[in-house]
């Protein structure tokens, strides 16, 4: 059921709608359109009237899933040495989201698909613009400070937790306990995917220090076989912003 500012923002788009084919009506009488730009234009309008229809249940299916793509968005928007920003591999994240997630469940034709883009990406940028942040951006900083950024992380969501500096750390960059768990980290910087080989350290690393929880923590993403080597292990793989709810995530947290 529409509510009723959507009744009335309705309405007054079928006024506006009236209004400009009358003027369209108009300029082609006196000759300002041709047939040919006329028709392109009626088209176009139509079109966007029909995408307009399937906009309400599309944004529904995008705004169930705005936490991950902006999350996705902090993982694949790279900023270079001169200071570009490197959309590709997330617009390339998006193409995937709308043909598997939003075309999957919704017929919207190939003919709408820009416009289909420009919806989910206006959505995801109300969405980031209205939720604060509850990490500050880290990728400017460098690995030794980002390891002490992820510590301080957890230490100030009710973890104690300190960077270790010892050579022989096993591959563990941050040991934290939460009451009594006891969680060993890796702390990847990079720039390209997180791989398997830190997967395979922080198990041992786990192991070494008799933890009850290991995870590797980046700025980036993982590849694929990280991903099923940390899936068949155990192993949690974060994003630094995610590691505010990680004793959430693991049920150390009482919630309401």
């Not at 108009?26 to 966007?48: M, W």
């Not at 999350?71 to 959309?87: E, F, R, S, T």
């Not at 698909?113 to 980031?128: H, M, P």
């Amino acid at each position: 059921m529409l509510t009723t500012e959507e009744i009335a923002n309705k309405k007054v788009a079928a006024k506006q709608r009236i209004a400009e084919l009358k003027s369209d009506k108009e300029k082609l009488a006196d000759g300002q359109l041709t047939l040919a730009e006329f028709t392109t234009k009626e088209r176009n309008n139509e079109q966007e009237d029909q995408f307009l229809i399937l906009s309400k249940e599309i944004s529904s299916l995008v705004n169930s899933h705005l936490n991950t793509l902006l999350l996705k968005k902090k993982q694949l928007v790279h900023i270079d040495d001169y200071g570009n920003a490197d959309w590709s591999l997330f617009e390339k994240e998006l193409n995937y989201f709308i043909k598997w997630t939003i075309k999957a469940k919704i017929d919207v034709p190939e003919k709408m698909n820009r416009q289909l883009f420009n919806l989910v990406i206006d959505l995801l940028f109300a969405y980031e613009n209205n939720t604060p942040p509850k990490v500050k951006n880290l990728d400017d900083v460098s690995p030794i400070d980002f390891e002490h950024q992820c510590a301080d992380l957890l230490n100030q969501t009710g973890w104690t937790a300190r960077v270790t500096q010892a050579s022989g750390d096993q591959g563990i960059d941050v040991i934290a306990t939460y009451e009594n768990v006891k969680a060993v980290f890796q702390v990847k910087k990079y720039s390209q995917p997180v791989g398997n080989s830190a997967v395979q350290e922080i198990i041992a690393g786990k192991a070494f220090e008799q933890a009850h929880v290991a995870a590797v923590v980046t700025n980036s993403t993982f590849t694929a076989s990280a991903k099923k080597l940390a899936n068949a292990t155990g192993v949690f793989l974060l994003h630094y912003s995610e590691l505010p709810d990680f004793a959430e995530e693991l049920g150390l947290v009482e919630t309401e």
